[in-house]
Antibody, heavy 121, light 109 residues
């Protein structure tokens, strides 16, 4: 059964960097057409797409957050890491990782449960 | 940056047809995808590539797209369909980044 799980700190201080890890099972990022994305959701607000890493290590970022985001993968360990620099209270929210299935366009067919990150001093 | 626009809310009675729209300039060239998010849960895919329904999604869910507007239709909405619905697409600029619409709260009562 395909699963994804997010892990990382639940509380960070403003200006600190956030590092989140998505650990997944029963698929591999060596498979053509697969990728892992990060999506976040502030409390009571809409989903916001952040970043996507493809099987071939191609990467896509939200234009508005690109300067603060880095996405990497460790294929042999079945994990993807998202780093967000210079965290702000506006970055508070639930962060999801999801499996991408497609090529240039595609869909997210499996999602993690999400992890709530609060930014506060 | 690229945006997808959805109505904030749609309300129908059980058994009625609910239609949720999503507008975006790149939709004539890019597929639309629809995700359902029930309270306290992660989102789940209900429509992909404008019109296709994943296995396990009830037939009452359908999608269409014309010009700059994609539409999710729930024919004979059920109480259990009450949820937030998000459209998703990819911008057609050089960024090739993803974008979600602002979400639509569907109320069925």
């Amino acid at each position: 059964q395909i699963t994804l799980k997010e892990s990382g700190p639940t509380l960070v201080k403003p200006t600190q960097n956030l590092t989140l890890t998505c650990t997944f099972s029963w698929f591999s990022l060596t498979t053509i057409g697969l990728g892992v994305a990060w999506i976040r959701q502030p409390p009571g607000k809409a989903l916001e797409w952040l970043a996507l890493i493809y099987w071939d290590d191609d990467k896509r970022y939200s234009p508005s957050l690109k300067r603060r985001l880095t996405i990497t993968k460790a294929t042999s360990e079945n994990l993807v890491v998202l780093t967000v620099t210079n965290m702000d209270p506006a970055d508070t929210g639930t962060y999801y990782c999801a499996r991408f299935n497609g090529d240039y366009e595609g869909f997210y067919d499996y999602w993690g449960q999400g992890t709530l990150v609060t930014v506060s001093s | 940056s690229y945006e997808l626009t959805q109505p904030p809310s749609v309300s129908v009675s059980p058994g009625q047809t609910a239609r949720i729209t999503c507008s975006g300039d790149a939709l004539p060239k890019q597929y639309a995808y629809w995700y359902q998010q029930k309270s306290g849960q992660a989102p789940g895919l209900v429509i992909y590539e404008d019109t296709k329904r994943p296995s396990g999604i009830p037939e009452r869910f359908s999608g269409s797209s014309s010009g700059t507007t994609a539409t999710l239709t729930i024919t004979g909405a059920q109480v259990e369909d009450e949820a937030d619905y998000y459209c998703y697409s990819t911008d057609s600029s050089g960024h090739h980044s993803g974008v979600f619409g602002g979400g639509t709260k569907l109320t069925v009562l």
